[in-house]
T-cell receptor
Framework: EPEVTQTPSHQVTQMGQEVILRCVPI?????FYWYRQILGQKVEFLVS????????KSEIFDDQFSVERPDGSNFTLKIRSTKLEDSAMYFC?????????????FGPGTRLTVT | DQQVKQNSPSLSVQEGRISILNCDYT??????FLWYKKYPAEGPTFLIS?????DKNEDGRFTVFLNKSAKHLSLHIVPSQPGDSAVYFC????????????FGTGTRLQVTL
């Protein structure tokens, strides 16, 4: 069964450094998302992406964040200058055109630790 | 901003019995509701969904009930199995495809032998 994959599974970085989290969505899906979950808190929406542009973003997704689909398969989340509070699990998700109720399929996540 | 609430952080049920997980929401604009299951070190897995025009949706052992007037939904698992032990998240969206999901805080279900 096709699945969303994410790399790396765990990223440790120092405050102020740039990180790029990578995702390969399910191949025939057209909608892409990033969510994050800070330890002990709920899963929060960051951004959605369709047709090579951002469809919606949350207030968390400030100028330090950017997304890109550099080729036909990868979808990346870049954090330009990481802060301690960016430490979280980051989940990529995708959904197909015509998903009945917009069900989204999630990857296993990247644990980002900012020290 | 607690638009989707799961008031029970944990639930323990015996194998073979019914598990009932509850979820409340406050945003009247939500039209679609989904349940996800999450195991440790994995991403949320889509389980079952319902649109606001229905009050019940069934898929095997899983049934979701929606009470729009009460802004309440529930997930029933019958019969519960040890492999169902996981964290269950309720999520909602307002426009279906390509819409962001707003998640609850989750309920940890433990199915005991």
């Amino acid at each position: 069964e096709p699945e969303v994959t994410q790399t790396p599974s765990h990223q440790v970085t120092q405050m102020g450094q740039e990180v790029i989290l990578r995702c390969v969505p399910i191949s025939n899906h057209l909608y892409f998302y990033w969510y994050r979950q800070i330890l002990g808190q709920k899963v929060e929406f960051l951004v959605s992406f369709y047709n090579n542009e951002i469809s919606e973003k949350s207030e968390i997704f400030d100028d330090q964040f950017s997304v890109e689909r550099p080729d036909g398969s990868n979808f990346t989340l870049k954090i330009r200058s990481t802060k301690l509070e960016d430490s979280a699990m980051y989940f990529c998700a995708s959904s197909p055109q015509g998903a009945i109720i917009g069900e989204q399929y999630f990857g296993p996540g990247t644990r980002l630790t900012v020290t | 901003d607690q638009q989707v609430k799961q008031n029970s952080p944990s639930l323990s049920v015996q194998e073979g019995r019914i598990s009932i997980l509850n979820c409340d929401y406050t945003n009247s604009m939500f039209d679609y509701f989904l349940w996800y299951k999450k195991y440790p070190a994995e991403g949320p897995t889509f389980l079952i969904s319902i649109s606001s025009i229905k009050d019940k949706n069934e898929d095997g052992r899983f049934t979701v009930f929606l009470n729009k007037s009460a802004k309440h939904l529930s997930l029933h698992i019958v019969p519960s199995q040890p492999g169902d032990s996981a964290v269950y998240f309720c999520a909602a969206s307002d426009t279906g495809t390509a819409s962001k999901l707003t998640f609850g805080t989750g309920t940890r279900l433990q199915v005991t032998l």
